[in-house]
């Protein structure tokens, strides 16, 4: 039924951005709720299936030949963005161009970000890696649709095990991220002496106008310039061109 639907499309969707929701914030997921609300009108009861059958013939035809975006120290090659495209294209019912344009300026931005946190230094070790790995498993024996993760499995043609091997290097990618973005707001808040908070499901429990939460918001809001004049400022140090 359209609740069940909407249920399965809300867990693969957060499957799928789970991560970079972690590395990037509120900025990326804002727009994906609209994706999973237009989603929920449709009649699809296959589209973890048809998700995971996408993402393996993704896995078998790409090759890095054809360059989608060239910068100074960055490269996106056109498989990649064609896969995000049309994964996206299932979660949505907006056209393709606004599409692969999200599309195109999430994957320049994790590219630009991941090479500013491998130089300073913040990339995520084994152990780290592992530990959220462990942690995802955790949360999909206890999810109610458990069996969609199955689905999605069945759909790649792997095994439990090799799905997270291969999911290893790119959460590898995206925890690091989130380490120098953490870094990035702490300073922020030390700069204008506001109480960084790591559990946010804590503060956002609170009251509208408890004086921690004005004060979470208060760092939220400065974060939000503070995020988009760094990413800017690493889009234009490389000079990127898209072909």
Request: hydrophobic share 35%; with cysteine; net charge negative.
């Amino acid at each position: 039924n359209m609740n069940t639907l909407c249920s399965k499309i809300k867990w693969i969707v957060s499957f799928f951005l789970l991560v970079s929701i972690v590395a990037f914030g509120l900025f990326f997921f804002q727009s994906d709720v609209s994706a999973i609300e237009s989603t929920c009108n449709s009649n699809d009861d296959d589209v973890i299936y048809e998700l995971g059958r996408l993402e393996k013939k993704y896995l078998s035809e790409y090759n890095n030949k054809c360059i989608a975006v060239k910068g100074n120290e960055i490269t996106i090659y056109k498989e990649e963005l064609d896969y995000y495209t049309n994964r996206a294209l299932k979660l949505s019912d907006n056209n393709y161009q606004v599409v692969r344009d999200k599309e195109l300026n999430y994957l320049i931005r994790k590219e630009v970000l991941y090479n500013q946190a491998v130089k300073k230094g913040f990339v995520a070790n084994k152990n780290e890696v592992s530990n959220y790995i462990n942690e995802q498993k955790v949360l999909i024996m206890q999810a109610d649709n458990r069996e969609d993760f199955n689905l999605y499995l069945e759909a790649l043609d792997m095994t439990s095990d090799e799905y997270w091997s291969y999911q290893f290097e790119k959460i590898r990618i995206d925890l690091s991220i989130a380490n120098y973005l953490d870094n990035e707001k702490k300073k922020l808040a030390k700069q204008n002496n506001l109480k960084y908070y790591d559990n946010s499901t804590y503060i956002l429990s609170l009251s509208d106008s408890n004086e921690e939460y004005l004060e979470y918001e208060k760092l939220n809001k400065l974060w939000e310039e503070e995020y988009e004049n760094l990413v800017n400022e690493l889009l234009i140090k490389e000079n990127i061109v898209v072909y």
